[in-house]
């Protein structure tokens, strides 16, 4: 039987990580699901992927992400292949009122990588296929956010509200999730990335989503 890429529905002829093993740190979980995907699917992101990643480590202060910025480290080394990239950020450096300098993010890379990710997660849990096109709105929330959060019925119970057994860790600290219902009745994935970032993304019920990546349920998603 040929699979079929879980995010394009397109013939598969790769495997890969959910989550990518970049989103990771050494040495990677042993247990690692891959999920089947087209070329173009697979190698398509690596661009966001490494924005993203870059992204976290301007902002985060875990020892891991401190290790990417520093000579030699994955940022570092990204940095120097390309001045290009490094001068992305520079341009985007911003400065609030009081003073204190910002990054303005390029949210639609942020956000095409993480939609595929939580493509991918929601392959995990529920084993039904649920393809970028149908999920989001997506969200982000650096960790140390003060106030004027846009979200208005989740976030003020967000740390409360989730103890630490919902989470799926898929590495302590670096990288966890759960699937929960907002107080609307949508359901969530909430993603903790390096417990710097926050990722928020609305995904359709289960029910609704076909389970296997066969012929005949891509024809239903498109319907959709
Ligand atoms: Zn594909």
């Known amino acids: 039987m040929i699979s079929s890429c879980l995010y394009c529905g397109a013939e598969s002829n790769t495997v890969e990580h959910v989550p990518p093993r970049s989103f990771l740190e050494k040495p990677f979980p042993n247990n690692l ?7 173009s699917c697979n190698q398509g992101f690596s661009k966001d992927e490494e924005y993203a990643i870059a992204l976290l480590a301007q902002i985060g202060t875990s020892e891991y992400l401190q290790a ?3 000579p030699n480290g994955v940022v570092d080394r990204a940095f120097s292949r390309s001045p290009g990239f490094e001068q992305r950020f520079i341009d985007r450096l911003k400065t609030d009122e009081n003073g204190r300098v910002y990054i303005e993010p390029e949210l639609d890379r942020l ?4 939609i595929k990710i939580v493509c991918g997660l929601f392959w995990l849990q529920y084993k039904r296929v649920a393809r970028p096109a149908v999920l989001g709105p997506i969200g982000f929330w650096p960790f140390n956010i003060e106030d004027s959060r846009p979200v208005k019925a989740f976030l003020p119970a967000f740390t409360e509200r989730f103890t630490l057994k919902r989470w ?3 590495q302590d600290a670096v990288f966890e999730y759960m699937f929960a219902k907002l107080v609307n009745g949508q359901l969530c994935c909430i993603i903790n990335w390096h417990r710097t970032l926050w990722i928020t993304c609305i995904v359709p019920s289960p029910l609704s989503c076909p389970s296997h990546t066969g012929q005949q349920e891509i024809n239903l998603t498109d319907a959709k």
Request: charged share 30%; aromatic share 0%; glycine share 0%.
């Open 33 to 39: 699901v891959t999920v089947d995907a087209c070329l």
């Open 68 to 70: 990417k910025i520093e």
């Open 111 to 114: 956000e095409r990588i993480l």
């Open 168 to 170: 799926t860790i898929v």
